[in-house]
């Protein structure tokens, strides 16, 4: 893997921070693509997941100003939606409740759904042929792919993780993966290693104590 991008938190409100950083960000450029997108986002709970990993992502980018906001924005927007073209049985099935389930052929397949459906979509919403080379080439292998292959391709892998860390991904993650929220919180706190980024990690990791302290994981 290649090593995380560095970064040195300070303790205890970072989260805090990337909000209010976030609160200040005028996305309405991306607007567009939302609406385009909707039909793909009616299926696996994205329309929940997208838009809390759509959000990540913008604080996350308060971080990096040196990475490309439209690309990383419209990856993470896009990234799921060929979930859309799968049946919900098969995806909970294959992808998240069979051995190992980041290899598995349904996990390969909405990637390249992904693709076919997100050209399309940034076509219709005036966004010129790079930008869409370089959406689809983070959408496709997202999941499978071992390694990120530049700054953004981190950034979009990092903001996928963690919507899981707070109460809404939890909630829906107990869901997938046939779990209570105690279990659910311990698999997230296994994946932290498998965070790009120094400053992912961190946000993570204060969204998981919280998370651990509203659902009561201490004592349920």
Do not use: W
């Given at each position: 893997?290649?090593?995380?991008?560095?970064?040195?938190?300070?303790?205890?409100?970072?989260?805090?921070?990337?909000?209010a950083f976030a609160m200040?960000?005028?996305l309405s450029r991306y607007d567009p693509v939302w609406r385009a997108a909707e039909p793909?986002?009616?299926?696996r709970k994205?329309?929940?997941?997208?838009?809390?990993?759509?959000?990540w992502c913008v604080r996350l980018l308060g971080h990096f100003p040196q990475a490309n906001r439209d690309t990383c924005l419209l990856a993470i927007l896009l990234h799921d939606i060929g979930w859309w073209a799968i049946d919900?049985?098969?995806?909970?099935?294959?992808?998240?409740r069979s051995e190992n389930i980041l290899q598995s052929d349904v996990r390969y397949r909405h990637e390249a759904e992904g693709v076919r459906l997100a050209a399309p979509v940034l076509q219709s919403t005036g966004w010129d042929a790079a930008t869409i080379a370089q959406v689809?080439?983070?959408?496709?292998?997202?999941?499978?792919?071992?390694?990120?292959?530049?700054?953004?391709?981190?950034?979009?892998?990092?903001s996928d993780k963690l919507w899981r860390y707070e109460v809404a991904g939890a909630a829906i993650g107990c869901d997938w993966f046939g779990e209570t929220p105690a279990q659910?919180?311990?698999?997230?706190?296994?994946?932290?290693?498998k965070f790009e980024t120094d400053a992912g990690?961190?946000?993570?990791?204060?969204?998981?104590?919280?998370?651990r302290r509203a659902l009561k994981v201490h004592v349920l």
């Open positions: 893997m290649q090593q995380s991008v560095r970064f040195q938190p300070e303790s205890g409100r970072l989260n805090e921070r990337s909000k200040t960000q005028d793909y986002l009616r299926a994205n329309d929940v997941h997208i838009p809390l990993s759509f959000d919900m049985d098969t995806i909970i099935a294959e992808g998240f689809c080439e983070i959408i496709d292998g997202h999941d499978t792919r071992p390694d990120p292959r530049h700054l953004n391709d981190r950034i979009v892998r990092d659910n919180c311990q698999r997230n706190e296994n994946i932290l290693p990690r961190a946000m993570a990791t204060q969204a998981l104590a919280e998370t």
